[in-house]
């Protein structure tokens, strides 16, 4: 189960693509996570995915 407050959600998934994952979709895969539902509560706190740094910037 994925952290519901967004700030903790951005460490908690950060955390987890820079040690475990090479790609958001991976992730969201492994976890059974919606990738939708992460980037618009991410988006909501002004930070978007990248792709090439694999992280929430």
Known sequence: M??????????YVNTKLRDQY?????LCEDLDADPEEIVRKLNALHYRYDPEQNRFV
């Open 2 to 11: 994925l952290p519901q407050d967004p700030a903790i959600l951005l460490s």
């Open 22 to 26: 090479a790609s958001l979709d991976a």
